[in-house]
C-alpha cells in the first residue's frame, strides 16, 4: 500500500475519534470509502451484542439509523458472506452479485448490487463485523485492486473501538434522558407531598377568613349603612384578599419548576412560609421567629419557600404535640477556620436559616443520613423532605449543615450566598 493511502485512511482516523454517533460514524466511513478506493456507497454490520445470532446493519445505501436500536437486524444464519468472513477473517470479494452462487439474487435483483466487499472489523483478535462497500446499478461491476483492499481493511480495523465509544455514549445519553425523567418525576411527588400536608391546613384558614367576610357582609345585608360600614368593608376586603394570596401560594406550590430568581428579604419569605404551614403545626407547639439580620439572597421565592416548609414540618414532627420552633435569620461569614468546622460549607459571606426544634435530637449516625433521598425515621414518612432542603439549596449555590444531640433537640441550617 502506498504512504499516499496510508496518510488517506490516518487522516479519516481523527474523524473517527471525534464521531459522537451512529450518523458521524457512517459518514465517517463513506468518506474514507470514497478517498481510498473507487467505491461510493459503504455500509456497517455489527454483530448483536446482546444477540450474537444477529447482525445490526447501518448505513445501507446511505440509509443512517439514529441510534443502535433503529439499525435494520438480519441473521447470519441466512447470509452466507457474513458466515464465511465469521469463519476466515478476511475480506470477501463478490465481484458480480448477479452470478455469485452465494448471493441472494431476489435481493440482489431488488437492490442492484453489482459488487460486494465485506471487510472484517475485529478488535482484540475477535471479528466484531464487517465494512460492507460496494457498487450498484450502472456503476457496474468494480472489481477491488490489492491497494484498495489494504486501505479498506486498514481503515476496518478502527471502526471497532469507535462504535464501542459510540455506543457508550449513547448508552449515557439514554440513562441522562431516563435520570432528568425520573428528576422531574420526583419534583413532581414532592409537590404532591407538600401540597398534601399543608391541604388541611389551608382548608382551615380558608373556612375562618371565608366565614369573616360572610358574616360581615351578612350583618351589612341586614341593617342599614352607618359609621362603622366602611370599617366592616374593609375587614371583608381584607379577609377576601388573605384568601386570594393563600390560594396562590398553594397553586404556586404545585406548578412545574421555572427557577426565576430574584433579590429577596429571605425574613420576608420566612414570614410567608410560617403563614403557609402554621395551620398545620399544632396549637401546644410555640413557633418563633428571631430578626438578627436583614439579609438579602438571590433565589427562586417558590423553591426557597419550599425548602422552608420542609424544614418548619420535619421540627413539628420532632416536637410532637408541644414544644418550640425557633427560626432564626442571620448572616455569617466563612473563614479557614469556620469552614472546618461545618461540613459542607466553604469560604465566603452567606445568609443564613437556623430552624431548631425542642425534639429528641439525632444520633451521630442519623445526621449522616437524614439528607439522604427515601431515608426516613417516621412511620410513614416518604425521606424526601430534607433531601428536597438539600437539593433546592445545592441549586442555589448554597449549603446545609446539621447539629443535634440525642435528647437536646436539632437546628437545621440553610445557608445561602449573601448579596
Same mark, same amino acid.
Given at each position: 500500500?502506498?504512504?499516499?493511502?496510508?496518510?488517506?485512511?490516518?487522516?479519516?482516523?481523527?474523524?473517527?475519534?471525534?464521531?459522537?454517533?451512529?450518523?458521524?460514524?457512517?459518514?465517517?466511513?463513506?468518506? @474514507?470509502?470514497?478517498?481510498? %478506493?473507487?467505491?461510493?456507497?459503504?455500509? =456497517? !454490520?455489527?454483530?448483536?451484542? $446482546?444477540?450474537? *445470532?444477529?447482525?445490526?446493519?447501518?448505513?445501507?445505501?446511505?440509509?443512517?439509523?439514529?441510534?443502535?436500536?433503529?439499525?435494520?437486524?438480519?441473521?447470519?444464519?441466512?447470509?452466507?458472506?457474513?458466515?464465511?468472513?465469521?469463519?476466515?477473517?478476511?475480506?470477501?470479494?463478490?465481484?458480480?452479485?448477479?452470478?455469485?452462487?452465494?448471493?441472494?439474487?431476489?435481493?440482489?435483483?431488488?437492490?442492484?448490487?453489482?459488487?460486494?466487499?465485506?471487510?472484517?472489523?475485529?478488535?482484540?483478535?475477535?471479528?466484531?463485523? @464487517?465494512?460492507?462497500?460496494? %457498487?450498484?446499478?450502472?456503476?457496474?461491476? =468494480? !472489481?477491488?485492486?490489492?491497494? $484498495?483492499?489494504? *486501505?479498506?481493511?486498514?481503515?476496518?480495523?478502527?471502526?471497532?473501538?469507535?462504535?464501542?465509544?459510540?455506543?457508550?455514549?449513547?448508552?449515557?445519553?439514554?440513562?441522562?434522558?431516563?435520570?432528568?425523567?425520573?428528576?422531574?418525576?420526583?419534583?413532581?411527588?414532592?409537590?404532591?407531598?407538600?401540597?398534601?400536608?399543608?391541604?388541611?391546613?389551608?382548608?382551615?384558614?380558608?373556612?375562618?377568613?371565608?366565614s369573616v367576610a360572610m358574616l360581615t357582609i351578612e350583618g351589612m345585608s341586614k341593617e342599614r349603612l352607618g359609621a362603622d360600614d366602611a370599617s366592616a368593608l374593609a375587614d371583608a376586603s381584607r379577609a377576601l384578599v388573605k384568601m386570594r394570596d393563600?390560594?396562590?401560594?398553594?397553586?404556586?406550590?404545585?406548578?412545574?419548576?421555572?427557577?426565576?430568581?430574584?433579590?429577596?428579604?429571605?425574613?420576608?419569605?420566612?414570614?410567608?412560609?410560617?403563614?403557609?404551614?402554621?395551620?398545620?403545626?399544632?396549637?401546644?407547639?410555640?413557633?418563633?421567629?428571631?430578626?438578627?439580620?436583614?439579609?438579602?439572597?438571590?433565589?427562586?421565592?417558590?423553591?426557597?419557600?419550599?425548602?422552608?416548609?420542609?424544614?418548619v414540618l420535619n421540627a413539628r414532627d420532632a416536637v410532637g404535640q408541644s414544644g418550640t420552633i425557633t427560626l432564626q435569620v442571620d448572616e455569617r461569614n466563612f473563614d479557614d477556620a469556620l469552614v472546618s468546622q461545618v461540613p459542607r460549607s466553604r469560604?465566603?459571606?452567606?445568609?443564613?436559616?437556623?430552624?431548631?426544634?425542642?425534639?429528641?435530637?439525632?444520633?451521630?449516625?442519623?445526621?449522616?443520613?437524614?439528607?439522604?433521598?427515601?431515608?426516613?425515621?417516621?412511620?410513614?414518612?416518604?425521606?424526601?423532605?430534607?433531601?428536597?432542603?438539600?437539593?433546592?439549596?445545592?441549586?442555589?449555590?448554597?449549603?446545609?449543615?446539621?447539629?443535634?444531640?440525642?435528647?437536646?433537640?436539632?437546628s437545621f441550617e440553610l445557608y445561602l450566598p449573601a448579596l
Open positions: 500500500m502506498s504512504a499516499q493511502s496510508i496518510q488517506r485512511v490516518l487522516a479519516h482516523s481523527g474523524e473517527l475519534q471525534r464521531a459522537r454517533s451512529l450518523d458521524d460514524l457512517i459518514r465517517v466511513a463513506n468518506s @474514507a470509502v470514497r478517498d481510498v %478506493s473507487r467505491y461510493r456507497t459503504a455500509w =456497517i !454490520a455489527l454483530l448483536d451484542p $446482546e444477540n450474537d *445470532a444477529n447482525v445490526r446493519i447501518i448505513g445501507v445505501q446511505g440509509s443512517v439509523p439514529s441510534t443502535w436500536l433503529n439499525a435494520l437486524v438480519i441473521p447470519i444464519g441466512g447470509d452466507q458472506m457474513i458466515q464465511e468472513i465469521l469463519r476466515g477473517g478476511v475480506p470477501v470479494v463478490v465481484e458480480d452479485a448477479r452470478i455469485d452462487p452465494r448471493t441472494n439474487k431476489d435481493i440482489v435483483a431488488q437492490v442492484g448490487n453489482r459488487t460486494i466487499i465485506n471487510v472484517p472489523i475485529t478488535l482484540g483478535g475477535s471479528i466484531r463485523g @464487517a465494512l460492507g462497500i460496494g %457498487s450498484f446499478h450502472d456503476e457496474g461491476v =468494480i !472489481a477491488p485492486t490489492p491497494e $484498495e483492499l489494504e *486501505a479498506l481493511t486498514l481503515f476496518a480495523t478502527q471502526l471497532a473501538p469507535a462504535f464501542d465509544r459510540i455506543r457508550a455514549l449513547e448508552e449515557r445519553d439514554r440513562v441522562i434522558a431516563e435520570s432528568k425523567v425520573l428528576e422531574q418525576h420526583l419534583r413532581s411527588l414532592e409537590r404532591v407531598e407538600l401540597m398534601g400536608v399543608l391541604a388541611a391546613g389551608v382548608a382551615h384558614d380558608m373556612n375562618n377568613l371565608l393563600i390560594s396562590r401560594q398553594l397553586l404556586t406550590l404545585g406548578k412545574p419548576d421555572e427557577s426565576i430568581r430574584r433579590a429577596v428579604d429571605l425574613n420576608t419569605r420566612v414570614q410567608s412560609t410560617l403563614e403557609l404551614v402554621r395551620p398545620s403545626i399544632p396549637r401546644g407547639v410555640k413557633v418563633v421567629h428571631e430578626h438578627r439580620g436583614a439579609p438579602r439572597v438571590e433565589a427562586d421565592s417558590v423553591q426557597l419557600e419550599q425548602a422552608l416548609a420542609n424544614l469560604l465566603g459571606r452567606f445568609a443564613r436559616v437556623r430552624v431548631s426544634d425542642t425534639g429528641p435530637g439525632l444520633s451521630a449516625e442519623l445526621k449522616e443520613k437524614v439528607f439522604d433521598p427515601l431515608f426516613t425515621t417516621k412511620p410513614r414518612g416518604t425521606g424526601l423532605g430534607l433531601a428536597v432542603v438539600s437539593r433546592i439549596t445545592e441549586q442555589h449555590q448554597g449549603f446545609v449543615a446539621v447539629e443535634s444531640e440525642p435528647g437536646h433537640g436539632a
